[in-house]
């Protein structure tokens, strides 16, 4: 599969994952508002996911494919399953056993990282029972990490791409299901986690089945494989770590800020990664094996070249989303957002949170697209020093800044220590000589941003103009919202095409250059 149409692939089904999510989201704000049982759940939720984050899509998505890949290069595809299938044994008994412990010791665990839960005594009880039912979707999707890792390392994306969907599915049936019948509709959703886990595996245990690339559970050993994947495993897994003590940190001030704290941040955060998803986890994604092919074939100019595509095609799309976020976030919350328990109150405080994330945006991209770089050399060093300098500053910034603004300094805090260690990892990479952006590439840069400011000036003359016609009933909202996007698209492509960001000719040159397989 050709580099561009894997892009597409995973982007296209992470769009539709993000819009059954925001489905989702929206009907958990109607139901739960933002109050402790929101809270509650979110905290809940975030632990296994800062776990799965932790290990299976972070430490050991980024060592396994580059190494499952250059044993496919090397020596074909029935060897690789075989390394997969010790791996796969070895990582079941381990994430069976960290769940059982952590169960056991759930309410000190949600004492660490909700402090201010302990001061609201019904607030501290709901996240423990939650996380309890949350926390065996841990052990199920990181089993779906792995087998996404060697689907994806054979060209296949869809599958894996494709796999949230059936979570929000499952979150969404559990709120009509569960919501009149249990203690309260967050333990429904607690239930609706795990279901929706254990439907993720099995979907993609059939994915493998019929791309005849499933690896058998035996009995596991230690083998010098293991051995190897662990070592490399160890920076990744701090890395990974620091960077989710990085978002921990963010939850644990929040706990000690107003009831609702939690949740502006969350639904904020939610907006904010669907461009990030769609645009930088998407082209990270289909970049990592790409690039571990290309290097451990010796074809490091072809490398460099996937980079330099990948880096324009984000920035392309990700700097007018975060003009866009940033100029309509109020417009987009009220729209998505404020109905039912969700309140007035409740969406400014989530759409100036979602102004703060969005600044940050295009550096979220960024390191996105320059981490393989590193993961594909087996360098999982680097971006743990670069990660634990990206906590220390967060920290302060959390410290300073929401002592002025409250949830929002968190939010800020988040985004200038991401654009901190995008810069970081650019001058690293171009001190080693591993990529630096041409001339061409910086040119390109400036003349998007003008046509994004473009897009930005039409979108408040349009809002302005518009703002009678939104208030007046909530669906003509939200058609006036979507027009303002469309408009907004609009403008920006003919301003990019006047600036000569972009050309047809250039298009064109692109689509061919990129359809090339791998």
Same mark, same amino acid.
């Given at each position: 599969?050709?580099?561009l149409?894997?892009?597409?692939?995973v982007?296209?089904?992470?769009?539709?994952?993000?819009m059954?999510?925001?489905?989702?989201?929206?009907?958990i704000?109607?139901?739960?508002?933002?109050?402790?049982?929101?809270d509650?759940f979110?905290?809940?939720?975030?632990?296994?996911?800062?776990?799965?984050?932790?290990?299976a899509e972070?430490s050991?998505?980024?060592?396994?494919i580059?190494?499952?890949?250059?044993?496919l290069e090397?020596?074909?595809?029935?060897k690789?399953?075989?390394?997969?299938?010790?791996?796969?044994?070895?990582?079941?008994?381990i994430?069976?056993?960290?769940?059982?412990?952590?169960?056991?010791?759930?309410?000190?665990?949600?004492?660490?990282i909700?402090?201010?839960?302990?001061?609201?005594?019904n607030?501290?009880n709901?996240a423990?029972d939650?996380?309890?039912?949350?926390?065996?979707?841990?052990?199920?999707?990181?089993?779906?990490?792995?087998?996404?890792?060697?689907?994806?390392?054979?060209?296949k994306?869809?599958?894996?791409?494709?796999?949230?969907?059936l979570?929000n599915?499952?979150l969404?049936s559990s709120l009509?299901i569960?919501?009149?019948i249990?203690?309260?509709?967050?333990?429904?959703? %607690? *239930? !609706?986690v @795990?279901?929706?886990?254990?439907?993720?595996l099995i979907?993609?245990?059939?994915?493998?089945?019929r +791309? &005849?690339a499933?690896?058998r559970?035996?009995?596991?050993r230690?083998?010098?494989?293991?051995?190897?994947?662990?070592?490399f495993?160890?920076p990744?897994?701090l890395?990974a770590?620091v960077?989710?003590?990085?978002?921990?940190i963010?939850?644990?001030?929040?706990s000690?800020l107003?009831?609702?704290?939690?949740?502006?941040?969350?639904?904020?955060?939610?907006?904010?990664q669907?461009?990030?998803?769609?645009?930088g986890i %998407? *082209? !990270?994604? @289909?970049?990592?094996p790409?690039?571990?092919?290309?290097?451990?074939?010796?074809?490091l100019?072809? +490398? &460099?070249?996937?980079?330099?595509?990948?880096l324009?095609?984000g920035?392309?799309?990700?700097?007018?989303a975060?003009?866009?976020?940033m100029i309509?976030?109020?417009?987009i919350?009220t729209?998505?957002?404020?109905?039912?328990?969700f309140?007035?109150?409740?969406a400014t405080?989530t759409?100036?949170?979602?102004?703060?994330?969005?600044?940050?945006?295009?550096?979220?991209?960024?390191?996105?697209?320059?981490?393989?770089?590193?993961?594909?050399?087996?360098?999982?060093?680097?971006?743990?020093?670069?990660a634990?300098g990206?906590?220390?500053?967060?920290?302060i910034?959390?410290l300073?800044l929401m002592?002025?603004?409250g949830?929002?300094?968190?939010?800020m805090?988040t985004?200038i220590?991401?654009?901190?260690s995008a810069?970081?990892?650019?001058?690293?990479?171009?001190?080693?000589?591993?990529?630096s952006?041409?001339?061409?590439?910086?040119?390109?840069?400036?003349r998007?941003?003008?046509?994004?400011?473009?897009?930005?000036?039409?979108?408040?003359a349009?809002?302005?103009?518009?703002?009678?016609?939104?208030?007046?009933?909530?669906?003509?909202?939200?058609?006036?919202?979507?027009?303002l996007?469309?408009?907004?698209?609009?403008?920006?492509?003919?301003?990019?095409?006047?600036?000569?960001?972009?050309?047809?000719?250039?298009?064109?040159e692109n689509?061919?250059r990129?359809s090339?397989?791998?």
């Amino acid at each position: 599969m050709s580099l561009l149409k894997a892009v597409a692939t995973v982007g296209g089904y992470t769009m539709i994952s993000r819009m059954t999510g925001f489905i989702r989201d929206i009907l958990i704000a109607a139901t739960l508002g933002a109050g402790p049982i929101a809270d509650a759940f979110i905290v809940a939720f975030k632990l296994p996911n800062f776990f799965r984050r932790l290990t299976a899509e972070g430490s050991f998505t980024i060592v396994f494919i580059p190494m499952f890949s250059g044993v496919l290069e090397r020596d074909g595809k029935k060897k690789a399953l075989e390394f997969a299938q010790e791996i796969m044994s070895f990582m079941a008994a381990i994430l069976l056993t960290v769940t059982i412990m952590a169960i056991f010791f759930m309410p000190q665990i949600v004492g660490l990282i909700a402090p201010g839960f302990s001061h609201a005594p019904n607030k501290f009880n709901l996240a423990v029972d939650f996380a309890e039912l949350t926390f065996v979707y841990l052990p199920l999707i990181s089993l779906v990490a792995l087998l996404g890792g060697i689907l994806n390392s054979l060209g296949k994306f869809a599958a894996m791409a494709s796999a949230p969907i059936l979570l929000n599915l499952f979150l969404i049936s559990s709120l009509g299901i569960f919501a009149d019948i249990l203690q309260t509709p967050g333990h429904g959703l %607690a *239930i !609706g986690v @795990a279901i929706g886990g254990l439907a993720q595996l099995i979907w993609l245990i059939e994915a493998c089945r019929r +791309a &005849k690339a499933l690896p058998r559970l035996v009995w596991p050993r230690w083998t010098p494989r293991v051995s190897r994947l662990l070592k490399f495993m160890l920076p990744a897994l701090l890395g990974a770590g620091v960077v989710q003590i990085n978002l921990l940190i963010d939850v644990i001030l929040a706990s000690i800020l107003p009831t609702g704290s939690v949740s502006y941040l969350y639904y904020a955060d939610r907006l904010n990664q669907l461009p990030l998803a769609v645009i930088g986890i %998407a *082209i !990270g994604t @289909a970049l990592l094996p790409n690039m571990s092919r290309n290097i451990q074939a010796g074809r490091l100019q072809e +490398a &460099k070249e996937n980079q330099e595509k990948s880096l324009e095609i984000g920035l392309i799309l990700t700097i007018p989303a975060a003009f866009g976020l940033m100029i309509l976030s109020d417009s987009i919350v009220t729209a998505l957002f404020q109905r039912g328990a969700f309140d007035t109150a409740s969406a400014t405080a989530t759409a100036i949170a979602l102004v703060c994330y969005s600044a940050g945006l295009p550096a979220f991209v960024i390191i996105k697209i320059f981490q393989p770089n590193f993961f594909a050399r087996h360098d999982t060093t680097t971006p743990v020093k670069i990660a634990a300098g990206s906590v220390v500053i967060n920290l302060i910034l959390n410290l300073i800044l929401m002592q002025y603004f409250g949830h929002a300094g968190l939010a800020m805090a988040t985004s200038i220590s991401a654009w901190l260690s995008a810069a970081i990892f650019a001058i690293v990479l171009k001190n080693r000589n591993l990529y630096s952006p041409r001339r061409k590439l910086l040119v390109k840069i400036t003349r998007i941003i003008l046509a994004a400011s473009v897009m930005g000036l039409g979108l408040v003359a349009l809002k302005e103009f518009s703002g009678g016609f939104a208030e007046s009933s909530r669906l003509l909202g939200i058609c006036v919202l979507l027009l303002l996007i469309f408009c907004g698209v609009f403008i920006y492509f003919i301003s990019l095409f006047l600036f000569n960001g972009i050309s047809k000719e250039e298009i064109v040159e692109n689509l061919k250059r990129w359809s090339v397989r791998d």
